[in-house]
Antibody, heavy 120, light 111 residues
């Protein structure tokens, strides 16, 4: 069974960088069948796709966040990471890591989510 | 890229059917057969219940079904159960530049 687990600071100061890691178990992050991504949900609001990374490191980002986002994979640790710089209060959200199966099955596995608050 | 439009709420009596719409454009819903639906309980992560417009992952009850016509996709819950009370989100592939766009979400209530 595939399991995803997010980790990282729950509090980030404005203008600093939000950094989260997703640890993958039960699947290989280098599987050619999968992409790995991040989705966020501000308190009381809907879901927003942040971006995805392929097994080879190719990246795809939400155009509205593209200038601030970096997603990368670490094959040695079977993990992938999210960096979001120059954060503001609008980046306060629950952040979920997800698996996308290449060819049409998006976000079939979700992590439990990690809450990130941007505040001084 | 704008969010897909869903009604804020929908309700039905236990045992009846409820249908949720998801309206986009020809650049997302209407342009690809890659619409998916997610069920989210309060405080929990979303769960995939429909992908590629009509397909159900293993373990999802067959009372959940999906369809699409033009720029609008729909999720129907037939034989509504109390445990189906949740928030439901649609999502569509939106091309190589935008990738995925989500709907605004619909809260389903079983009366």
């Amino acid at each position: 069974q595939v399991h995803l687990q997010e980790s990282g600071p729950g509090l980030v100061k404005p203008s600093e960088t939000l950094s989260l890691t997703c640890s993958v178990s039960g699947d290989s992050i280098t599987s050619t069948s999968n992409f790995w991504g991040w989705i966020r949900q501000p308190p009381g609001k809907g879901l927003e796709w942040v971006g995805s990374v392929s097994y080879s490191g190719g990246t795809y980002y939400n155009p509205s966040l593209k200038s601030r986002v970096t997603i990368s994979i670490d094959t040695s640790k079977n993990q992938f990471s999210l960096n979001l710089n120059s954060v503001t209060a609008a980046d306060t959200a629950m952040y979920y890591c997800v698996r996308d199966v290449y060819g049409g099955i998006p976000h079939d596995v979700w992590g439990q989510g990690t809450k990130v608050t941007v505040s001084s | 890229q704008s969010a897909l439009t869903q009604p804020p709420s929908a309700s039905g009596s236990v045992g009846q059917s409820v249908t949720i719409s998801c309206t986009g454009t020809s650049s997302d819903v209407g342009g690809y057969n890659y619409v998916s639906w997610y069920q989210q309980y309060p405080g929990k992560a979303p769960k995939l219940i429909i992908y590629e417009v009509t397909k159900r992952p293993s373990g999802v009850p067959d009372r959940f079904s999906g369809s699409k016509s033009g720029n609008t996709a729909s999720l129907t819950v037939s034989g509504l159960q109390a445990e189906d009370e949740a928030d439901y989100y649609c999502s569509s592939y939106a091309g190589s530049n935008n990738f995925y766009v989500f709907g605004t979400g619909t809260k389903v209530t079983a009366l």
